[in-house]
């Protein structure tokens, strides 16, 4: 990279400001799109995470404006970057098979690996990331969305065939849904929350990394819903929780119980409901010791242990096959308080 300062600079210029401006812009697609190819910078110049969350935001959010006349630059950088090889023949950056961090861990190409670049925009990957970024994008920075059947269907194809696609689109929603107008009258959630919560549960079921972007999400949303008001901190609440347990049935179990577990102590009883039905209808012995013990802590953070009468009878009787397993199942001496409470739970007769 250093036998090219100008995108050096430009890309530097755009990280260090966290945002993009015209200038850098269009000197990097200047740069990217010289002939000849090999006087191009290396690629793995823009496969940088915090250069490609810059991008994504540009792109995608509709809280960030764009000129008009650059949006097209703005699209092309993008789906170079998601299409273009590290090395010859490597792999496309953002592949799927790439089970690694939220854009896939491009591996590094050798400086001015001309070849690496050279008619990147001629390939049949590139094409396709440019016109489901094209299609999307437009889509997500509607000022007012409409997202009929036909723009769900361009939605989750975008989302399917491009990992950058997918970061877009929880940008978005994620916008949206850490907003606290969002949960107030005729701000959008009665219309638009169903559909949101298809397009990231697609996002989370097609690239896996995303689902730790998901988690943050909620945890955001969680956060939000604190500060507002009675009526809307529920509907906020509800959306949190959504966004938790999907991560939950995800593949997840883990990070998500250490979420709720955190959340339970100030959450409405009826939401301490859904929780614990939530996760004994996906759970059951056997079990890990740390799902277990992850379990267990869960349980213990309710403040009332009065709040399980009042879950749906199938979870009781569930819940009661799990804390019988945990008392016959030994635990590591440090958690004899844990096998202490299950046992306590266990005791009790539920009507």
């Known amino acids: 990279a250093g036998g090219h300062p100008d995108a050096c600079r430009a890309i530097g210029s755009m990280v260090c400001a966290n945002k993009t401006n015209p200038s850098d812009m269009n000197k990097l697609h200047d740069l990217y799109t010289a002939t000849p190819a090999h006087r191009r910078p290396p690629a793995s110049l823009v496969h940088r995470h915090d250069l490609l969350d810059i991008l994504v935001r540009a792109v995608f959010d509709p809280r960030v404006k764009v000129t008009p006349s650059l949006v097209p630059k703005y699209h092309w950088l993008l789906a170079y ?54 299609a999307v994008a437009k889509l997500c920075k509607e000022d007012t969305p409409v997202l009929s059947p036909k723009a769900l269907i361009a939605v989750r194809e975008g989302i399917e065939a491009s990992r950058v696609v997918s970061m877009g689109v929880l940008a978005t929603v994620g916008g949206a849904l850490t907003d606290r107008a969002f949960y107030r009258p005729g701000g959008g959630h009665e219309r638009l929350s169903k ?14 990394p995303h689902r730790e972007v998901l988690l943050d999400l909620a945890g955001q949303v969680w956060d939000l819903s604190v500060e507002l008001s009675k009526d809307e901190k529920a509907l906020a609440a509800d959306v949190a929780l959504s966004l938790c347990l999907l991560v939950f049935r995800l593949n997840m179990p883990l990070r998500a119980l250490e979420v709720l577990t955190r959340w339970v102590p100030v959450m409405r009883p009826e939401d301490q409901c859904l929780v614990v039905e939530s996760i004994v209808a996906y759970v059951g012995p056997p079990l890990s010791q740390q799902m277990l013990r992850a379990l267990l802590h869960l349980l213990k953070a309710l403040p009332s242990l009065e709040t399980l009468e009042h879950c749906a009878a199938p979870s009781k009787k569930a819940l009661k096959t799990i804390l019988e397993f945990a008392c016959s199942t030994p635990l590591e001496p440090a958690d004899k308080g844990l096998s202490d409470f299950a046992a306590e739970v266990n005791a009790i007769t539920w009507t």
């Open 195 to 208: 559909p949101y919560a298809k397009m990231v549960e697609h996002c989370a079921l097609t690239h896996a």
């Open 81 to 134: 970057a998601s299409s273009a090889p590290s090395i010859p023949d490597g792999p496309a950056y953002g592949s799927p098979a790439d089970d690694g961090p939220a854009y896939g861990s491009p591996a590094e190409e050798e400086d001015g690996a001309g070849s690496g670049v050279a008619a990147v925009e001629d390939g049949e990957a590139f094409g396709e990331a440019l016109r489901h970024i094209a």
